[in-house]
C-alpha cells in the first residue's frame, strides 16, 4: 500500500510540474497596399505577461557599407543594445526619445559600451555623420513578441491563453506614432490574424 501511494504522489507531482498550457499565435501583417509588410513589430501585454517579463538575449544594431544593417528590432525591457562599427568611418551614433537619449562617437571598428534599455517604447537610432541612417529598438513590457520577417508573418510560440492587448507598429508609421492596440482572447488552440497597418513597405 504505501508502494502505491508513493507511485501516486509522484505522478502527481510530475503533473503538477508539468508547464502550462501554452498557445501559438500566427500573424500575416498587411501594408495599406494589401501587400506583405516586413518589419512590423507585434507584441502581447497583459498583467501575467508584465509578471513574466524577462530581458531579452539583447541586440545588436551594427554599422556597416554606412547603414545599419538591424532596421527594426524588438527586445524586453532591460535587454542590452550593442552598437558596433564594422565600417571604416566615424560615426555618431545618436538617440532622441524619452526612452533613450544618447549620442555615441563610433571610431573606425569601435563598439559602444553596453546601453541597457529600462524604459519602455520606441528609440529611433540616426547617425549625425551619415543622415541616411535609420534604425528603430522597440522595447517592450512582454516576453511575447516578434517582428515579421519579408513575407509579413510572425509566429509568437509558447503564450498561456488568455485575454490580451494585441499592439504592432511598424516605422512607416512614424516612431511617435501610437501602436495598434486591439483587444485579444487566446483560446488554447491558439489563433491566426491578419493585420492590416496604415504603413506601406518603406520607408
Not at 501594408?31 to 512590423?40: E, I, K, P, Q, S
Not at 566615424?90 to 538617440?95: G, I, K, Q
Not at 528603430?136 to 513590457?141: A, F, K, T, Y
Amino acid at each position: 500500500m504505501d508502494a502505491l501511494f508513493k507511485r501516486a504522489a509522484a505522478l502527481c507531482g510530475a503533473a503538477l510540474a508539468l508547464p502550462a498550457a501554452a498557445a501559438v499565435l500566427d500573424i500575416q501583417a498587411l501594408g495599406v497596399d494589401g501587400r506583405a509588410l516586413a518589419d512590423a513589430v507585434v507584441y502581447l501585454e497583459s498583467p501575467a505577461a508584465l509578471a513574466a517579463l524577462g530581458p531579452s538575449v539583447g541586440v545588436e544594431v551594427e554599422q556597416a557599407a554606412r547603414a545599419y544593417t538591424q532596421r527594426v528590432s524588438v527586445v524586453a525591457r532591460g535587454s542590452v543594445l550593442r552598437l558596433p562599427n564594422r565600417d571604416q568611418v566615424l560615426h555618431r551614433v545618436r538617440a532622441s526619445a524619452p526612452e533613450q537619449s544618447f549620442e555615441i562617437k563610433l571610431p573606425p571598428g569601435a563598439e559602444s559600451s553596453p546601453l541597457r534599455l529600462d524604459r519602455a517604447g520606441i528609440v529611433p537610432l540616426a547617425c549625425a555623420v551619415h543622415p541616411a541612417m535609420r534604425a528603430w529598438v522597440v522595447v517592450v513590457e512582454t516576453p511575447y513578441h516578434g517582428l515579421t520577417g519579408s513575407d509579413g508573418r510572425l509566429r509568437i510560440a509558447g503564450v498561456p491563453p488568455g485575454r490580451y492587448r494585441l499592439r504592432a507598429w511598424h516605422p512607416g508609421l512614424g516612431a511617435e506614432a501610437p501602436a495598434r492596440d486591439e483587444a485579444l482572447v487566446l483560446a488554447d488552440e491558439g489563433a491566426a490574424l491578419t493585420l492590416r497597418l496604415p504603413s506601406a513597405a518603406g520607408p
